[in-house]
């Protein structure tokens, strides 16, 4: 079996990895929005405020410091956990901000990737495996035609069919704790899971069209198993392992699509949060967003390798 | 990105798949789709006589016969906005995915030649990074932060912006798409044998390998630049988009969000341009894989 | 009866033209085009069913004791972070300051005439240097403590000290001394003659002493306040609750419960207000403006402030008197109001809101060959390069610059449009780094300390509304029209300005500045924004 | 031969998403028997036992002439649900032995089971697996039930195939070339386990190579294929001994265990027609050094006494050295 201590040192170079990963993003976000015109200080007192009000909550903020002095102060305390607190809101720890925000994105987001796996694997199979090609033709083009598709046209056109005219789901807004949310998730779960369904399909019917060529799916077949059940468990299985890389590599792109749905259904989450902070400058908040992103993407994909290794037992029992 | 194609590994279905001729049809439909956006898109702001921002009837006008897709919120017409807009949506999707598929697919084959060494897990480092860090700060930040003259020339304003925040995220997929068939490559039996004769290292990178990823990737690229006019038109939203009054699909839907109840053709017939313009690319790139894959064995 | 049938078709169209595209719409019946209610090819003043929603026509007005509302739910654009009404910038945040902070006097309906409410009674001396007020008997705050003459000096100290956006209110004031028990003697530098009516503003709202010692601290909780509704939930939340405050000495207001929703997108809102989930919503999208009809109602209320073309005139190449005159010959505001406004605001030709005593026009009609003469002998003769620098988002800014876009250009200018985020856009406005822009000025109020001074006056708070116009003659002008005794002789100082204007072209007025919401159609008479950009609720 | 054979194929011809592959195949096989069909990659000779058990469907082809009858009865025109019924039972395959042939993620043992219980034999299915992978000779059938494919030798994985084929005790086994993947030693084994278990249970046995050696240890009678076609069949001891067609001759020449002792081995010239330019006549005549004008038209297939057939118009005057 692999030795404890090559295990050690997969675990430590993944570490090592997300700290780079974790340092990376953190100065990128705090240069990138410190290089904007404007600051806090201008969003807080706004178009009244004068030329002295402004300098004196400036420095009061310590905005008037060099870039990369507020950056270095930014890393030393990202060392030592403490996200700091927000500018515009005042006395708002980031930590707060942040974990009242995750629970809504990671549920949209989660939930969107089971709508696109509960509807992407079946079409993505049936695409990938039917004699038809007619079929396997019309599934791809349409799944592409979606791709095409701004994601706040989808989610519009949900609102006013779904919410609006049949009345089915709230034209948005979040509720106040569990399960409430749910009756409010559905819907922009639905639309964010368009944007991701055309990748899923495509992703399934390319694995089950290798899949199916291969021969042992041929052999079982010759031994007289029926075709749902080959599908079932010598071509789904196949399937499963692009899909979770697909997964891994969804988590960043997800992330954005959120960020859209949540502006068009008005919920609290990361996106909004996000957009809000970089509108009003707030630069500790988005510094405090853009690394819990980064590591919620980095866990994503720790979490697909392992399963990677876990369902393909050629890895997991190398000798 | 979807896996790497793998040549089917069935005797017979080899055997199928080579003798069937790559399907140029398909090709050749996405190719002639696209050619007649454009050619309509210079053509008929002089056939119909109205200019791509004049204003040329009254606001919101139902599609009519003078105006088949109808007028938007200025009274100009939809149709000769909807082609004018097939310009500056191909230039985009064609500069983003052409320059991420270059850059990253050489970085992405250079991770995979110098395999093992201290600069093939910082670069691949810095590719996870990439991917990781979340688009949209970038993009926001591009918003307010690209200097005041945005636009450079030659391009409509407000591309540049555009372009950096693609580029940035295009690359460094397209670089771990290349890594992942670099390493495959490796092995393969022309390459082991150039390192056998003692090529340099850039040599192997640039005659053998590149040509090889190169190709595969393109194939990829081309369908995936669905995705990437998809994720264009969804920049407008978060006030990335082109700056008006230049066309371009995303931003003229996302101005015209509001009234898709009301005046729904300012909306659906740059969608529609949109899904037909992804149906063509699709198309293209099928055909573009099945040649690569009907060739190799 | 016709439009409502067909609106139940409009929605499946859209979505079934995304999905089956155009075959559906034939089945349809072609969509909206000869039914003017849809908003089609409706323009402004076309007959027939548009509600011609005209700023100063029928808006709807206050019902005094219409039926309660337990729980108002109000959709806002920004998030609630700041309670303090000395800083709030946005108008909905104003309206926080306005429903919660105790004030002597207070708005009548959606007027700006002013009554009593925590004062008995007050009087301006006859050299309107000083304004003695009598507050009424055993007042007491939202957690039941004494409210007495101290807390109302020390709330206009702080005023007076404070350094926010409405110093000039403020300014005028010399001192505040405590007469009795219940009266308060307020002694000015120079004549105020509006003060009575800026006594009814949240930023003369009255605090209890003891909290507004420490008031950074004091307002970023629940502050304890003194007006009809008090805070029962702490700012920064998704939503944000006030509950009326039985203890408040002015009139009840209908509504027990108001909730502060924050929906940044506007499209969201309306749908929202659409499915019931909200009540009232500020600023819907200009382009649904005319479409939300049946159990929705638009509101368009002129306000105290107008949209207007700002010229930087420290900068080629408006520095210029000439080019700017030339610009505004060029500029077509007919057309902006038609179309960037959706034609549910007036156009203005002149220096002030059209809604003021004492508006006249001043501007000239658009006539392209006058202006290529008047750009004889500029630098801009033969063209020159002109960025139209706008916010991104904004719905009517980026309209009225793809229109000024045309214009300009048809005197051969060259011109780009540039948009960057409200943030930048507001830093290179306050800085003068910008050449035009689309913007809007305004203070809300109706009086002289409000709107001119902001907009004309170079010592005025927006520095002549950021243009950088300087003109000692203006600023005579502005100051004789603070100063005036009598209405006859403040509009004879607004006339003046306002030839001033007309000479010097600092920017071009475009329109006035309407304060727009949408509301459920059944509580239209019972919650309506004023002019002065407040959210007024019926009183029972 | 008493009654109908278990497999027999009259001119059957088979194409692939509407190439022709397969232009005319003439074979037979009873029960107890065993049919080598021989010929080089790309003569059609796989394509050909796929439609025997009938998996040309997968592959988008179809039987575009002749027929084909399993037990007297014709069952070329069988849609997917006969042929279901049919796989495992009446007709099964053994595939090459590659690592490919089994599920790599699924364990042997679960394989096994599920395919006895998709044969209907649902209880005591591990039992019967056991049974099963005893009866294939394999010394520890326990270990070889739990592991995985990857962690077996390819010898053993391909009595673990046998073992899954004859699981429906069917009528007729079809082996696509079942040890060519493999060392000697272990073909020689494989090979004595086909003919034991072939003669235990009597069933009909199709051995798809291009091995000649293959051909004589294991086979009764042997057809030979090119380009699609079967230009020579008979018993395999004749055949080997006298062959008839010029093809024949030049493989028996090239195969250093089939060629004279002391000649240099000659080679076939040439490279197997493409499908998409066959010759109008005999096919192989453009790589025959016998080849005249009248090769120019189709060569059918001549009887030659008792099941002995050649497709060459001139196997006389090459048999008299002209």
């Known amino acids: 079996m692999t030795t404890v201590s090559s295990i050690g040192s997969r675990v430590g170079l993944r570490v090592l990895q997300t700290v780079v990963v974790a340092v990376f993003v953190t100065v990128i976000a705090a240069v990138l929005v410190r290089l904007a015109p404007g600051d806090a200080a201008t969003t807080l007192l706004g178009d009244r405020a004068t030329p002295e009000g402004v300098a004196r909550l400036q420095a009061q903020l310590g905005l008037d410091r060099s870039v990369f002095a507020q ?129 899923v399909v495509r992703v399934v019917r390319e694995a089950a069209r290798e899949a199916s060529s291969h021969e042992y799916v041929e052999a079982a077949v010759a031994r007289g198993l029926s075709p749902r059940r080959v599908t079932a468990r010598h071509v789904l299985p196949n399937c499963l392992l692009p899909m979770l890389a697909l997964v891994g590599f969804d988590a960043a792109v997800l992330l954005s699509g959120a960020v859209v749905v949540e502006s068009i259904f008005g919920l609290p989450g990361f996106g909004r949060e996000l957009v809000t902070a970089v509108g009003t400058r707030d630069y500790p908040t988005i510094q405090g967003i853009a690394l819990t992103a980064a590591l919620f993407v980095v866990f994503v994909n720790l979490v697909v390798d392992a399963l990677y290794a876990l369902a393909d037992p050629r890895v997991r029992t190398a000798r | 990105m979807s896996a790497t194609a793998a040549a089917p590994t069935h005797p017979v279905a080899r055997v199928a798949r080579r003798l069937r001729l790559p399907s140029d049809v398909g090709l050749l439909i996405g190719v002639g789709t696209l050619a007649a956006m454009l050619a309509l898109a210079f053509l008929l702001p002089v056939v119909t006589g109205y200019g791509t921002n004049e204003f040329a009837g009254a606001p919101y006008q139902a599609p009519s016969l003078s105006h088949p897709f109808g007028t938007d919120q200025f009274g100009r017409d939809v149709m000769v906005r909807t082609f004018a807009a097939a310009k500056v949506d191909y230039m985009i999707a064609f500069l983003a995915v052409g320059v991420s598929l270059l850059i990253g697919t050489t970085i992405g084959v250079v991770i995979g030649v110098v395999h093992g060494g201290v600069v093939d897990w910082l670069l691949s480092r810095l590719v996870d990074a990439v991917i990781a860090f979340p688009l949209v700060i970038l993009v926001l930040a591009l918003v307010v932060a690209v200097g005041p003259e945005k636009s450079a020339p030659g391009l409509p304003a407000g591309t540049p912006a555009l372009l950096i925040a693609l580029f940035v995220f295009g690359w460094a997929f397209y670089a771990r798409l290349a890594h992942a068939q670099a390493l495959s490559l490796r092995e393969r039996e022309f390459v082991v044998a150039a390192r056998m004769m003692g090529y340099s290292r850039t040599r192997i990178v640039m005659r053998h390998m590149l040509p090889n990823v190169l190709a595969t990737a393109t194939a990829y690229a081309v369908g995936d630049a669905v995705f990437i006019i998809g994720a264009t038109a969804s920049l407008a939203f978060l006030g990335a988009g082109v700056q008006p009054p230049t066309p371009e699909w995303g931003q003229i839907m996302f101005e015209a969000r509001g009234v898709l109840e009301t005046a729904w053709w300012t909306s659906v017939f740059p969608g529609l341009a949109l899904v037909v313009t992804g149906l063509a690319l699709a198309l293209i790139a099928d055909g573009l894989i099945q040649r690569l894959e009907g060739g190799s064995k | 009866m016709r439009g409502r049938m067909r609106s139940g078709c409009k929605p499946l169209a859209a979505t079934a033209l995304a999905v089956a595209i155009a075959a559906l719409l034939a089945a349809c019946g072609g969509g909206s085009d000869s039914d003017a209610t849809g908003g089609g090819a409706a323009t402004g003043d076309a007959g027939g069913e548009t509600t011609a929603v005209q700023a100063t026509g029928d808006q709807p007005e206050l019902t005094q004791g219409a039926d309660p509302v337990d729980d108002l739910r109000i959709g806002i654009a920004d998030r609630v972070t700041e309670l303090d009404p000395l800083l709030t910038g946005s108008p909905a945040l104003g309206s926080i300051g306005h429903l919660t902070s105790g004030t002597l006097f207070r708005f009548v309906g959606v007027g700006d005439d002013v009554e009593p409410a925590l004062a008995e009674s007050g009087r301006l001396s006859d050299d309107a240097m000083t304004y003695t007020v009598k507050l009424k008997p055993d007042l007491v705050f939202s957690d039941g403590s004494e409210l007495t003459v101290e807390d109302v000096k020390a709330s206009f100290d702080r005023g007076r000290t404070k350094d926010g956006g409405y110093r000039s209110f403020f300014a005028p004031i010399k001192q505040v001394t405590i007469v009795d028990d219940r009266t308060v003697e307020f002694r000015f530098k120079s004549r105020y003659l509006s003060f009575e009516n800026f006594l009814a503003y949240p930023a003369a709202g009255i605090f209890p002493a003891r909290g507004i010692a420490d008031d950074t601290a004091f307002f970023k909780t629940q502050p304890v306040t003194s007006g009809p509704y008090k805070v029962v939930t702490p700012p920064n939340g998704a939503t944000f609750r006030l509950e009326r405050d039985d203890g408040y000495a002015g009139p009840k207001p209908v509504a027990r419960a108001v909730t502060f929703v924050t929906v940044e997108d506007p499209n969201s809102r309306v749908a929202q207000l659409r499915s019931g989930q909200l009540d009232y919503i500020s600023s819907p999208p200009l382009q649904q403006f005319k479409s939300l009809t049946g159990d929705v109602t638009p509101i368009a209320r002129s306000g ?184 006859a002789e403040r509009r004879a100082a607004y006339e003046r300005a306002g030839d001033i204007f007309g000479r010097d072209v600092p920017f071009v007025t475009l329109t006035d500045f309407p304060v727009t919401a949408a509301v459920r159609t059944e509580l239209k008479n019972t919650v309506t924004p004023s002019s002065t950009v407040f959210i007024e609720i019926a009183t029972e | 031969m008493t009654d109908a054979p278990v497999l027999a194929a009259e001119r059957l011809a088979v194409s692939i998403r509407g190439m022709e592959l397969v232009s005319r195949v003439d074979v037979e096989v009873g029960a107890g028997q065993c049919l080598a069909i021989a010929g080089e990659s790309g003569s059609g000779k796989t394509v050909t036992c796929r439609s025997f058990v009938g998996l040309l469907g997968r592959l988008g082809g179809e039987v575009s002439g002749g027929r084909l009858l399993l037990g007297g009865e014709d069952v070329s025109r069988d849609d997917e649900r006969a042929w279901r019924s049919r796989r495992g039972r009446a007709v099964a395959l053994v595939p090459q032995a590659s690592l490919a042939s089994l599920n790599p993620v699924v364990r042997v043992g679960s394989q096994m089971v599920e395919t006895i219980r998709a044969l209907g034999g649902a209880r005591a299915a591990r039992g019967r697996a056991l049974e099963l992978l005893e009866q294939v000779r394999l010394d520890d059938p326990e270990r070889v039930f739990r592991s995985y494919p990857h962690q077996l030798s390819g010898g053993m994985r391909q009595r673990v195939m046998i073992a899954l084929s004859i699981a429906g005790r069917p009528r007729l086994l079809v082996a696509d070339e079942p040890t060519t993947a493999l060392d000697v030693t272990v073909q020689r084994q494989i090979l004595a386990l086909l003919r034991d278990l072939q003669r235990a249970s009597g069933m009909a046995l199709v051995f798809v190579t291009h091995d000649l050696s293959v051909v004589r240890e294991i086979a009764d009678r042997v057809a030979v294929m090119y380009a699609g076609e079967t230009i020579e069949t008979g018993p395999v001891a004749d055949v080997l001994q006298r062959p008839l067609h010029p093809y024949t001759r030049a493989l028996l020449a090239a195969d250093p265990t089939t060629a004279p002792r002391g000649r240099p081995l000659s080679e076939v010239p040439g490279k197997p027609a493409d499908p998409r330019s066959w010759p109008a006549g005999c096919r192989f005549q453009p790589r025959c050094e016998h080849a005249r004008e009248e090769c120019a038209a189709p060569a059918p297939l001549r009887s030659f006494g008792g099941s002995r057939a050649a497709a060459c118009h001139r196997v006389e005057q090459i048999g008299e050295g002209r």
Do not use: H
Request: hydrophobic share 50%; net charge neutral; glycine share 8%.
């Open chain 3, 304 to 487: 105290y402030a107008t949209t207007y073309l700002g010229l930087n005139n420290t900068r080629a190449p408006f520095d210029d008197v000439r080019v700017r005159r030339a610009a505004a010959l060029a500029v077509d505001r007919a057309q902006v109001q038609k179309v960037a406004w959706q034609g549910i605001v007036a156009r203005n030709d002149g220096a002030l809101p059209t809604i003021f005593d004492g508006y006249e026009a001043v501007l000239p009609e658009p006539d392209v060959e006058a202006a290529k003469a008047e750009l004889k002998g500029t630098a801009c003769e033969s063209g020159c390069p002109v960025t139209l620098l706008i916010a991104a988002g904004d719905d009517w800014p980026q309209a009225a610059a793809v229109i000024i876009k045309s214009n300009l250009e048809a005197i051969g200018m060259k011109v780009t449009i540039e948009s960057g985020d409200p943030v930048a856009t507001l830093d290179r406005k306050r800085s003068l780094e910008y050449v035009a822009m689309p913007t809007f000025v305004g203070s809300f109020s109706s009086i002289p300390e409000g709107y001119p001074s902001n907009a004309l006056y170079s010592k005025g708070s927006f520095l002549s509304a950021y243009t950088g116009y300087r003109s000692a003659q203006m600023d005579r002008a502005i100051e004789a029209s603070i100063l005036a005794r009598t209405p």
């Open chain 1, 71 to 199: 950056v270095a102060e930014t890393l030393g305390n990202v060392a030592r956990g403490d996200l700091g607190t927000s500018l515009t809101r005042p006395d708002q720890p980031v930590s707060r901000i942040v974990l009242d925000a995750l629970p809504v994105t990671l549920s949209v987001i989660a939930a969107a990737l089971l709508v696109a796996v509960v509807v992407g694997v079946p079409l993505g199979l049936i695409a990938g495996t039917t004699r038809r090609p007619a079929v396997d033709r019309g599934i791809s083009l349409a799944a592409i035609g979606l791709l095409a598709l701004p994601s706040f046209f989808l989610a519009i056109i949900a609102i006013l069919v779904l919410a609006l005219t049949l009345g089915i789901a709230p034209a948005g807004g979040w509720g106040g704790g569990w399960p409430e949310n749910l009756k409010y998730l559905w819907l922009p779960a639905l639309s964010l899971a368009v944007l991701r369904l055309p990748q």
